[in-house]
């Protein structure tokens, strides 16, 4: 059974991204693995303070699971407390996973200028599809699907994965394509017709293409405002080793206004690692 690893905190902003995963585990019949971890990034917190903040985060775990065993009863939840940086954690655990979930702070557009968000250092370095999760109402969206469309082979992964969401979800598909002026006008090109064949080849049906001439960044954030789900592709190296974001994934998930999947060029479903831990199942 594929896991889906959602990242907890004891946050309302984390209990967004719970919540979010719950409902997806639900319809997949997928297992949920609950992590929290306490951070001591450099091994510099003293064992008392590390007795203290472990303490906290069973706390915090035994609380997550009550919240999921309430709210999806027939989801098969685990759980894990783990010692490091919590992001760094997390991407190594998507070695094994079918998707990880966190939530982020992010609920808005904030162009020029730049916050911190330790969310964009898992999506960046994440081998499986990694779910950021604002706190914004979003169940009862109708907007759809959208996807990114350029001619990255990333880009054809991402359309790839947003098909499968929709023919899952019934949910409308939009596929957005960003042209410069010199096609200023053009109904389609070479690279969404490509795109579009393969996503109807998952869906069945033809999806919606929507050409616009604005910057990717821009047009994708605008669809967080309305979409259920935005998926963005992420160039790797082969191996697996991350390139980072890319600006546009980057420029997105600052600005984001609704959930957002990053999607990796390779995914890899190695072994998983071997880190501090103790789990408990339910």
């Given at each position: ?55 906290m ?6 609380d ?55 969310s964009?250092q ?8 990694v779910?950021?999760?604002p ?14 469309v ?7 992964v ?7 969401e ?8 939009t596929?957005v ?12 090109d ?6 579009m ?19 990717p ?6 669809a ?31 600005n ?5 999947v ?21």
């Amino acid at each position: 059974m594929s896991a889906i690893v959602v990242g907890v905190d004891g946050s309302t902003i984390g209990r967004a991204a719970l919540t979010w995963a719950l409902d997806r585990a639900a319809e997949l019949h997928h297992e949920l693995e609950l992590v929290h971890v306490v951070a001591d990034e450099w091994g510099t917190v003293g064992l008392s303070a590390r007795r203290e903040l472990r303490a906290m985060g069973e706390t915090t775990l035994a609380d997550a699971l009550e919240f999921a065993r309430a709210a999806q009863p027939t989801v098969p939840v685990r759980a894990e407390i783990a010692e490091g940086v919590p992001m760094m954690v997390l991407a190594e655990l998507s070695a094994g996973a079918e998707l990880i979930a966190v939530g982020t702070h992010k609920a808005g557009f904030v162009r020029g200028q730049v916050f911190g968000s330790q969310s964009l250092q898992l999506a960046a370095t994440s081998r499986a599809p990694v779910a950021v999760i604002p706190q914004v109402p979003y169940r009862s969206r109708r907007g759809g699907i959208a996807v990114g469309v350029d001619d990255s082979v990333a880009s054809g992964v991402a359309v790839e994965f947003a098909a499968r969401e929709a023919a899952r979800t019934g949910e409308r598909l939009t596929l957005v394509r960003c042209i410069g002026m010199r096609n200023h006008g053009a109904a389609s090109d070479a690279v969404i017709e490509r795109a579009m064949d393969a996503a109807e080849c998952i869906l069945g049906t033809r999806p919606h293409a929507r050409m616009v001439q604005r910057p990717p960044a821009e047009a994708l954030v605008e669809a967080t405002r309305m979409m259920s789900l935005v998926v963005i592709g992420r160039p790797t190296r082969s191996g697996g080793g991350g390139r980072g974001l890319g600006h546009v994934a980057h420029d997105v998930l600052i600005n984001m206004a609704g959930p957002v999947v990053v999607v990796p060029e390779l995914v890899h479903h190695a072994e998983r690692p071997t880190h501090r831990t103790e789990r408990t199942a339910r």
